[in-house]
Nanobody
Framework: QVELAESGGGLVQAGDSLRLSCTAS????????MGWFRQAPGKERVFVAS????????FYADSVKDRFIISRDHSVNTVYLQMNSLRPEDTGVYYC????????????????????WGQGTQVTVSS
């Protein structure tokens, strides 16, 4: 069993930055990939970014590429999402997720790949 806990959300203005954190506990050695997804009100949960076990394989949604950076610190079992130049359309609940096994640039974006999920943290960007 893996438990994931997100933090760092909040209310910001367009153009501001936020850094989200997700700390894993439990069977953390079983984790290979970590991902961030977001869900806007009334919409499906969509992929934002993911990072592989050695942090070399990082993938981003086109909508956040060049603005968001995902990173991972194994020493504290934490994955981060640095969000810069935030836009109102970035508003939503951000969920952290973990998966076991190798994934590709395509499969890492599929939320069905991920076995464990956090409770989410709200990010609201005002215009």
């Amino acid at each position: 069993q893996v438990e994931l806990a997100e933090s760092g959300g909040g209310l910001v203005q367009a153009g501001d930055s936020l850094r989200l954190s997700c700390t894993a506990s439990g069977r953390t050695r079983s984790i290979d990939n970590m991902g961030w997804f977001r869900q806007a009100p009334g919409k499906e949960r969509v992929f934002v970014a993911s990072v592989g076990p050695n942090a070399r394989h990082r993938f981003y949604a086109d909508s956040v590429k060049d603005r968001f950076i995902i990173s991972r610190d194994h020493s504290v079992n934490t994955v981060y999402l640095q969000m810069n130049s935030l836009r109102p359309e970035d508003t939503g609940v951000y969920y952290c997720a973990s998966s076991v096994g190798y994934c590709t640039a395509t499969s890492c974006r599929d939320r069905r790949l991920y076995q464990y999920w956090g409770q989410g943290t709200q990010v609201t960007v005002s215009s």
